[in-house]
């Protein structure tokens, strides 16, 4: 007599749901493991990467964009004029004083005299009805000397002497843009432990832009850890499509001018920039709501794929929980479902761990991927309802009707 735990006398819809979680749980593999590979064999083969000879590096001009990081400039500037970098270098010090306040060109200022090649200037707190970082920007820009500008922020920390060395090997090579990649720090030095969700965001998007990037499509960056040509910048007129919003100078501006030919990620571990925040929560919720705005203005393909990614997760879960609930008392359908689910999950837990140690991202526990990633769409609606209510905050315009 046959044993009703172990029968494959299934109804036909019991299989087809196994098979639609079977089906969800591969869509979600390639999708994602896709992305998190490319990201760990990329920092693999950018970190084995040669560095060249010290004739071949072209002239680079670093420009920093300040606003209130008095406190922190004199060492990102030491730091700076520290790169072992064998070509011509200058640093360009854009202070952003919207608050009336001298004291950033005042720290950078008093730097001069120790720094030939340090300049600095600034935008005058009346500039309104703009975007004061493009304004410093293309001030930084202009002001250059040399063919390349390496574009960071007065909040950043610059650990390796390598740094600029690491991301002007690719231009020596002939890519006109170079992407790099950021990761937040507390900036009083503590031991920043973010939330779940925080953790886990911060590397979903970065896997989705830089893996975006190394597939050939790049279209979002970070301006604390950028390079590229001047020549590329003023053949785009720099801004000039998006002088309406207050953000875009990286997200928006790279993906004008880069492309799978001209643009290059670099991802080696001397070549990762910490930005210092005093409330990296907060910092992360910002940055969130500005970049799911100009999202808007972007290709979709890449947050579609994620979005897929994400979808098929609750199919996946919905479609093990039917055929395991509609299979019983057979045992088969759950021996199935587990099954897919360590298919599924073991190889994601381990690479997006590596994933996140590569890209210094402080992540949540292994174990706990499989749930946020479930999770996840639902702290992305509480970003879309947030965003609605500031969407005005981010036109140039914004600030003359509050």
């Given at each position: 007599m046959n044993n009703p735990l172990w029968s494959i006398d299934l109804p036909v819809y019991v299989w087809v749901l196994a098979g639609l979680a079977l089906v969800a749980s591969l869509i979600i593999l390639y999708i994602l493991l896709r992305r998190l590979r490319a990201i760990v064999m990329a920092s693999r083969a950018t970190s084995d990467c040669q560095l060249l000879d010290k004739d071949d590096y072209p002239g680079v001009s670093v420009v920093v964009y300040a606003r209130d990081n008095a406190d922190n400039l004199p060492a990102l500037i030491h730091s700076l004029y520290g790169q072992d970098y064998p070509g011509d270098m200058e640093v360009i010090v854009v202070c952003d004083l919207s608050r009336y306040d001298t004291a950033d060109v005042d720290a950078a200022g008093a730097l001069q005299p120790d720094y030939p090649t340090l300049r600095v200037t600034y935008i005058p707190a009346d500039s309104r009805s703009l975007s004061r970082k493009?304004?410093?920007?293309?001030?930084?820009?202009?002001?250059?000397?040399?063919?390349?500008?390496?574009?960071t922020c007065g909040n950043c920390a610059i650990r390796s002497v390598d740094w600029l060395r690491r991301m002007m090997t690719h231009a020596a090579q002939g890519r006109s843009v170079v992407v790099g990649t950021t990761t937040i720090r507390q900036a009083d030095?503590?031991?920043?432990?973010?939330?779940?969700?925080?953790?886990?965001?911060?590397?979903?998007?970065?896997?989705?832009?830089i893996g975006s990037a190394l597939k050939g499509t790049p279209h979002r960056a970070s301006g604390c850890n950028l390079v590229y040509t001047r020549e590329l910048f003023f053949r785009n007129s720099g801004f000039a499509t998006s002088l309406n919003l207050n953000y875009g100078d990286d997200d928006l501006f790279v993906n004008e001018i880069a492309d799978g030919h001209n643009t290059a990620v670099e991802l080696s571990e001397p070549s990762i920039v910490e930005v210092l925040e005093p409330n990296p929560g907060r910092?992360?919720?910002?940055?969130?709501?500005r970049r799911d705005f100009t999202a808007g203005y972007l290709p979709q393909n890449p947050r579609l794929a994620m979005g897929l990614a994400s979808c098929c997760w609750w199919i996946w879960l919905a479609a093990s929980v039917a055929a395991t609930a509609l299979g019983l008392p057979s045992l088969i359908p759950l021996c199935i479902v587990v099954a897919i689910a360590l298919l599924l999950c073991v190889p994601l837990m381990i690479w997006w761990r590596k994933a996140a140690k590569t890209l210094r991202s402080p992540s949540a526990a292994c174990l706990s991927v499989p749930l946020l990633m479930l999770c996840h769409p639902i702290y992305n609606l509480r970003f879309r309802i947030q965003g609605l209510r500031h969407r005005r905050d981010n036109y140039t315009w914004g600030d003359l009707v509050k």
């Open positions: 493009k304004l410093a920007v293309t001030l930084g820009v202009k002001a250059a000397r040399y063919p390349y500008v390496a574009m030095g503590a031991d920043d432990r973010p939330a779940l969700f925080r953790g886990f965001d911060e590397v979903w998007q970065r896997v989705r832009s910092a992360h919720r910002i940055d969130r709501l």
